[in-house]
């Protein structure tokens, strides 16, 4: 869900991926929707989709404008909760277009570099979390809020994060749904570098030049072969993926997620009834 709250249809403008070569060898990709703290709308991950891989460069610097890299995916063109499309709507959503984008991301065979240079909450953070590396301004906040939204995270999402920072930390995200900052995710592992906010852009492309002028065939092996590692030890058998993808589309479903989106755009606490 995105941070910016809900704004009528026809007063929404879709965000748009700005692509720009900073470096040789760089490209850099910028989340622009300031209406909606860069929420990932259907545009913007499409073109994630349409333009990793038609991308030339040995490394690519994905980041986002102003004080926010990404509110999460936007569900702010859902039908209203009571509407009788409001389950499938959500689930065809988040299943599709913002897996797709992501799954761009993780394919893409040279290095990727996220670079936070304001808030990523929820599938801002799994985005970011796609990325090979990520460097953050130390002014910066971090979160997973499905608890505070009455959302089932897919499994998939889940894993990225026990790779990356380990089960009992992950626990600590999802269930407490507080916000991190950078020092602490720099502790955990969540972010790899950690910067002074009026140098992180300068930091972030020296880092980036730095990681385009190494050997391309070690980059693009060694990320295959870490990759390749990480599928093989996360694999779930078809049962329990069925359970799990069963339980994701539940919550879709739920009274709690409707109420999550309602008082979200009323600007209030959700009131919970475990249904």
């Known amino acids: 869900m995105s941070a910016g709250g809900h704004v009528p249809r026809d007063e929404r403008e ?19 929707n300031p209406r909606r703290r860069g929420a990932l709308d259907h545009a913007i991950l499409a073109q994630f989709t349409e333009l990793l891989p038609r991308l030339d460069a040995r490394c690519v610097m994905i980041t986002g404008e102003g004080t926010t890299f990404s509110s999460g995916y936007d569900i702010g063109d859902l039908d209203e909760p009571g509407s009788s499309r409001f389950a499938d709507e959500a689930d065809r959503l988040v299943a ?11 394919a893409y065979p ?22 090979d590396l ?3 301004a130390e002014t910066v906040v971090l979160s997973m809020p499905p608890a505070r939204l009455g959302l089932v ?18 626990r600590e995200l999802f269930l407490t749904g507080r916000r991190i900052d950078a020092r602490t995710a720099s502790a955990w592992g969540l972010v790899n570098f950690v910067s002074d906010a009026d140098s992180l852009a300068a930091d972030a492309l020296a ?20 990759n390749a590692v990480l599928d093989a030890r996360g694999r779930i058998d078809p049962e329990t993926e069925r359970e799990l993808l069963a339980l994701r589309r539940a919550c879709f479903s739920s009274a709690d997620f409707r109420e999550a989106v309602r008082a979200f755009a009323e600007k209030r606490p959700p009131r919970w009834t475990g249904r």
């Not at 995270?153 to 992950?170: C, E, L, M, N, Q």
């Open 14 to 32: 879709p965000g748009r991926l700005l692509v720009e070569q900073p470096a040789s060898g760089v490209a850099r990709l910028v989340i622009s």
């Open 96 to 106: 599709h277009p913002f897996t797709t984008a992501l799954a761009a991301i993780e």
């Open 110 to 131: 040279f290095p990727t570099l996220a670079v936070l240079g304001g808030h990523a909450l929820g599938g801002g953070l799994e985005l970011a979390l796609c990325c």
């Open 134 to 136: 990520r460097i953050a």
């Open 153 to 170: 995270y897919s499994h998939t999402g889940v894993r990225k994060f026990i790779d990356a920072i380990g089960a009992p930390r992950t």
């Open 207 to 226: 880092l980036a030049v730095e990681i385009a002028g190494n050997a391309p065939l070690a980059q693009t092996g060694n990320k295959r072969v870490i």
